[in-house]
């Protein structure tokens, strides 16, 4: 399959999709499982990661993707390490004798693609080796939808997959999170940071409301509640869910663009 340009147009649409990402009510109790899950297990991801320079939380979601989070399969596509891959890529890894560990298969499926050091890990960056991993054919063939892989799980994606190989559907839906997603609410917690997310500064006046940890029974103050929070996700490296609550994580983004917190916030 061709393969898609990383361009400056391609950066600017990764960045607008993901500091717009809204993960619905509906899906977030299984994001957040999802993510307890993989953060568990950082200390494993991050010895492959500290051999290939590679970022741990990339790694763990292509392994939540390709293998959902079996550490007995392969990270190419899944299949079980007691065999070399038998699926597209088959015959993975070349060298070496099964049984193989995961570490060691989950190493040769990230070399393969040449990800390394000198790979862009920036956020943009990221995405584009997580939607390339699975493959062009969505932005290629169904420009229409954007890929599952990366969008499934939030108000990015509603419909349209493949349910086979070169077999596409319009109205068939993804049940799997996508990989963007996960990487959003993991930054939304701070448990994550990517490297071209500079410390941000405030250019403009913000709209200020007060701190509270629980919703506003008044429709206004949460609609207000929600554009401040809108309003932090457009600086880099601040991602707030954006829920109506000016809590504590709200706050905490506030300080970072202005330099103080929400009023009423403790902490100020």
């Not at 493949?162 to 990989?179: F, H």
């Not at 429709?219 to 490296?237: C, I, M, S, Y």
Request: hydrophobic share 35%; net charge neutral; glycine share 8%.
């Amino acid at each position: 399959m061709a393969k898609v340009t990383f361009t400056p147009a391609l950066k600017t649409e990764y960045e607008r999709l993901f500091n717009s990402c809204i993960i619905p009510p509906k899906n977030l109790a299984s994001v957040e499982k999802l993510n307890e899950q993989l953060i568990g297990n950082a200390t494993r991801y991050q010895t492959v990661a500290d051999q290939l320079g590679i970022p741990w939380f990339f790694i763990a979601v292509i392994h939540n993707m390709e293998a959902s989070q079996n550490f007995k399969a392969h990270l190419h596509n899944g299949d079980p390490l007691t065999a070399r891959t038998v699926q597209v890529p088959a015959g993975r890894p070349k060298t070496g004798a099964p049984p193989f560990s995961w570490e060691y298969s989950a190493a040769d499926a990230l070399a393969m693609r040449s990800l390394g050091a000198k790979t862009d890990w920036s956020l943009a960056g990221m995405l584009y080796q997580l939607e390339g991993y699975n493959g062009w054919g969505y932005r290629l063939h169904h420009p229409h939808v954007l890929s599952p892989y990366l969008w499934s799980y939030s108000d990015h994606y509603t419909s349209g997959k493949y349910v086979a190989d070169g077999t596409w559907s319009d109205t068939a839906s993804s049940k799997q999170c996508g990989a963007a997603v996960l990487l959003r609410r993991m930054a939304e917690s701070h448990q994550i940071e990517f490297p071209d997310q500079p410390r941000p500064t405030a250019e403009s006046s913000p709209l200020v409301v007060n701190y509270a940890t629980a919703k506003s029974n008044d429709p206004t103050a949460v609609k207000r509640a929600e554009d401040l929070q809108r309003w932090l996700n457009g600086f880099p490296g601040v991602f707030v869910k954006i829920d109506g609550v000016p809590g504590e994580k709200t706050s905490t983004a506030y300080k970072q663009v202005t330099g103080c917190y929400l009023p009423g916030d403790s902490r100020s």
